[in-house]
T-cell receptor
Framework: QKEVEQNSGPLSVPEGAIASLNCTYSDRGSQSFFWYRQYSGKSPELIMFIYSNGDKEDGRFTAQLNKASQYVSLLIRDSQPSDSATYLCAVNPGDAGGTSYGKLTFGQGTILTVHP | DAGVIQSPRHEVTEMGQEVTLRCKPISGHNSLFWYRQTMMRGLELLIYFNNNVPIDDSGMPEDRFSAKMPNASFSTLKIQPSEPRDSAVYFC????????????FGEGSRLTVL
């Protein structure tokens, strides 16, 4: 079982719709969770992070975390063609003994296409 | 502020040659990470440093790979000898311990081994 799993897609949604991206992780002790966006040929850039169970909203983006189910999701409201990219879920295993130093384990990414 | 700076951006070499990739982290960041990205395996962590000390190199695929961080502003990833299966995009990322945990990525070095 992979440590961080995502549906590779591609996920195609019409402009203006809600895009829902999902991620599961295997390490129950994981502490923090990140969503990165990567445009083709570019480097990953952070969209959101979440530490606590529940929802966290930032503009058109909402991250949702359920630690009991080991599940993280990202909702993109009012999707735009400029949102078309690969979305990477990343997990920090936590600072057990202070040894993780913030290393992130990434999922394979979900390709999102928003069509006009 | 300058971001993470990597060089070269593109490298094409022949099998058996030595390859050296370079990274300058963001000033003030004390953790540095080397990742490799391929279509098949996604983003894989190779090695990371904290305060210039290698913490975990379990992701380094083989002895052909080595990494150093001689000071807080410079790191290298070396492959010797290179093989076609090493072809990938290599990313360097940095963060400041105690911050939100966000990794800041460089633009990557695209390596092609013929």
């Amino acid at each position: 079982q992979k440590e961080v799993e995502q549906n590779s897609g591609p996920l195609s949604v019409p402009e203006g719709a809600i895009a829902s991206l999902n991620c599961t992780y295997s390490d129950r002790g994981s502490q923090s969770f990140f969503w990165y966006r990567q445009y083709s040929g570019k480097s990953p850039e952070l969209i959101m992070f979440i530490y606590s169970n529940g929802d966290k909203e930032d503009g058109r983006f909402t991250a949702q975390l359920n630690k009991a189910s080991q599940y993280v999701s990202l909702l993109i409201r009012d999707s735009q063609p400029s949102d078309s990219a690969t979305y990477l879920c990343a997990v920090n295993p936590g600072d057990a003994g202070g040894t993780s130093y913030g290393k992130l384990t990434f999922g394979q990414g979900t390709i999102l296409t928003v069509h006009p | 502020d300058a971001g993470v700076i990597q060089s070269p951006r593109h490298e094409v070499t022949e099998m058996g040659q030595e390859v050296t990739l370079r990274c300058k982290p963001i000033s003030g960041h004390n953790s540095l990470f080397w990742y490799r990205q391929t279509m098949m395996r996604g983003l894989e962590l190779l090695i990371y440093f904290n305060n210039n000390v290698p913490i975990d190199d379990s992701g380094m695929p083989e002895d052909r790979f080595s990494a150093k961080m001689p000071n807080a502003s410079f790191s290298t990833l070396k492959i010797q000898p290179s093989e076609p299966r090493d072809s990938a995009v290599y990313f360097c990322a940095s963060r400041r311990q105690g911050d939100t945990g966000e990794l800041f990525f460089g633009e990557g070095s695209r390596l092609t081994v013929l």
